[in-house]
């Protein structure tokens, strides 16, 4: 054959190779962005205020929107997850990005909203604002202890059988009441009574989000109203809880634990999952079921992250829920969340909602610490139940460290410590932020081998338990003369002392160093927080834990807590005068504050409540917005506390 027709041949043929390798490429490009698209994800599709009152006419016109979008009815039913149709109208359905795209252009489609997660901002306190129910003369008892008023509480849930939530006393169930008491896991309509008068649970949102089920045995969960994690249940008896006596945590605190409207009924609206979170489109369902099943006010110690959403973005599920049940006349009370001391750091801004920020109150839990040398230092612990061992070696993490040339071993960080030379001994570690936490350095040390952690920590409100070994958390001052004493001492050695409970001996209340910060970074005018209330070391109730279930209640911090404070305050006024709007709410408790950072309202005709009213020039800085100095005496500029 012709060589010369061979080479064309084999050109031909190589010609045709790459226009069909080329043709497969392009193919297969198609194909990926086809399937790109058609992943689904879950949108909220916010159409405002309802047209009618009829909720089926409205789930109806949202199936309309959405079969005309998707092509059949059948297609509609699978997509959606939830009709909103009590408070507001709107849906959540799963959605491709070109079909979110697309039904944004609907006429009556205001906004359409990527469901996100957010998250919780995880006794003595009513007493030290005022509120003591031995007085025959004050708000609680005076406006009957909120007898007749609803409270919503939107968490992680609620422990039903805790003592907190019994209905001895509890007048009948408010005749304007619809809710119910939704079955799930572990939880049925015996788990209701006059106290705990209704329970939902919403899951729908972050099942999509997490793209498979929750398994109650592994992830630990209660796929129904029961709380798994703790905090709704110490939320919600903090807000309304009925008379414990004896209440304590492992003998600290110990005293009567009460909510702050005892005689208030409770209903529980489950959108958060542990260690998941809560996803927007079950948040809106809450506020769209509470809406409907007639609460009067509503608690949500829960928040996103900044960068915030503009009010008109509407794309903040809080923001959107809470407008709608404030135009109801539902008063809603937000946490300001745990970001602080940094200041712009506040979340839950609009001006619709009550925000919340945390204080210490005037109870401790000193432990001493004796050295070898008869020195006796002082820290705070939460952790009675170790054993006393009495005088034990003592040593720096640093001389213990794995590797001599490391700098992290004197910060504790796992891997670090030698567990030949820590086996035995208490360990004193430095932490070089306020984000170290005592619970994981405690397992560093304990893993090693020590027995015992002496934690030396930049300032930072609030205690945790370490339940592996006895922890004690002290200053840099005290941190750095035990410090002193190991470099001196031929043998130290020293001894952890229990700890115990202690009130009135410290200048209370300091803003919480975990409090967010005003002010807000998307609307500094509108002055936030509107309030403080106590965040720190608060008692309440939880699931039971520990060995046997025994410890029933639990020392928490957070602006998490103290949202409730001021939802259960709220529920004494609407209890006073049922006919008063949120806002008149709102400001009798942000409008009288006084010279000592304390707001006084006289709602029954007389001072009788005292909460933090943040705004008031007389507690706040210069440019009232300033929430690095929101006190009087409390944080400077550098955020630390003024003696």
Not at 34 to 57: F, L, Q
Not at 134 to 147: A, F, P, R, V
Not at 196 to 224: H, Q, Y
Request: with cysteine.
């Amino acid at each position: 054959m012709d060589i010369m027709l061979i080479n064309r041949i084999a050109t031909r043929k190589n010609q045709f190779f790459r226009i069909l390798i080329l043709f497969l490429l392009q193919y297969y490009v198609q194909i990926s962005l086809i399937s790109v698209d058609a992943s689904t994800n879950v949108h909220i599709v916010y159409m405002g205020e309802k047209k009618c009152e009829d909720p089926i006419t409205i789930t109806k016109s949202h199936h309309k929107v959405l079969s005309t979008l998707l092509g059949s009815k059948e297609a509609a039913k699978r997509s959606i997850l939830y009709s909103y149709k009590h408070g507001f109208s709107g849906f959540a359905a799963r959605l491709t990005e070109t079909q979110a795209k697309n039904i944004a252009e609907f006429p009556g489609v205001l906004q359409v909203i990527p469901n996100r997660i957010v998250k919780l901002h995880t006794t003595r306190s009513w007493e030290f604002i005022g509120l003591n129910y031995h007085s025959s003369k004050n708000s609680l008892t005076e406006s009957n202890m909120g007898e007749g008023t609803i409270i919503g509480v939107i968490d992680s849930g609620v422990w039903p059988e805790s003592e907190s939530f019994s209905d001895k006393g509890m007048g009948p169930i408010p005749s304007h009441w619809k809710g119910i008491c939704q079955k799930g896991q572990k939880f049925n309509s015996s788990n209701c009574n006059k106290k705990l008068i209704g329970a939902r649970w919403f899951i729908k949102g972050l099942v999509d989000m997490i793209k498979r089920p929750i398994n109650a045995t592994e992830d630990d969960e209660f796929i129904s109203p029961r709380d798994a994690v703790g905090h709704g249940t110490h939320t919600a008896s903090t807000a309304a809880g009925y008379f414990v006596d004896k209440a304590n945590y492992e003998g600290l605190a110990a005293g009567s634990a009460r909510g702050g409207a005892p005689l208030a009924h409770l209903a529980i609206y489950k959108v958060c999952w542990d260690g998941f979170g809560c996803a927007d489109a079950d948040i809106l369902k809450a506020f769209d079921k509470a809406i409907h099943d007639g609460v009067d006010i509503l608690s949500l110690s829960l928040g996103g992250d900044i960068p915030l959403f503009s009010y008109t973005d509407q794309r903040d599920s809080i923001a959107i829920g809470s407008f709608h049940a404030t135009s109801r006349g539902i008063t809603v009370v937000c946490s300001a969340g745990n970001d602080g001391p940094t200041s712009q750091t506040i979340v839950n801004t609009a001006p619709w909602i009550i925000t919340v920020g945390a204080t210490t109150i005037d109870r401790a839990f000193p432990t001493a610490i004796t050295l070898g040398n008869q020195r006796t230092l002082w820290g705070q612990s939460m952790d009675t139940g170790r054993d006393n061992r009495g005088f034990t070696g003592l040593t720096y993490s640093e001389r213990v460290a794995l590797d001599s040339t490391d700098d992290s071993a004197k910060y504790c960080e796992p891997g670090t410590l030698n567990g030949t030379l820590a086996s035995g001994k208490i360990i004193l570690c430095f932490s070089k932020s306020d984000s170290v936490d005592i619970v994981n350095t405690s397992l560093t040390v304990a893993e090693a081998g020590g027995v015992g952690l002496i934690l030396a920590q930049f300032h930072n409100d609030g205690l945790s338990s370490c339940f592996s070994i006895s922890c004690v958390k002290v200053d840099y001052e005290v941190g750095t003369e035990i410090l002193s004493y190991i470099r001196t001492a031929r043998s130290p050695i020293a001894k952890l002392s229990f700890p115990k409970s202690e009130i009135g001996k410290w200048v209370s209340p300091q803003v919480a160093s975990f409090s967010s910060r005003g002010p807000s970074s998307i609307c500094p005018a509108v002055l936030k927080p509107d309030v403080a209330a106590p965040g720190v070391d608060i008692l309440a109730a939880v699931r039971p834990f520990g060995r046997k279930h025994l410890n029933s209640y639990a020392l928490l911090s957070g602006t998490s807590m103290a949202c409730p404070h001021v939802a259960g305050i709220a529920a004494l006024i609407k209890s006073v005068h049922q006919g008063w709007s949120p806002a008149a709410i709102r400001s009798a408790l942000v409008t009288t504050g006084d010279s000592n950072s304390k707001l006084f309202f006289s709602f029954l005709g007389r001072k009788s409540i005292s909460i933090y009213n943040t705004n008031d020039e007389t507690a706040a800085s210069q440019n009232g917005t300033d929430g690095m100095n929101i006190f009087a005496g409390g944080f400077n500029s550098q955020g630390s506390k003024s003696i």
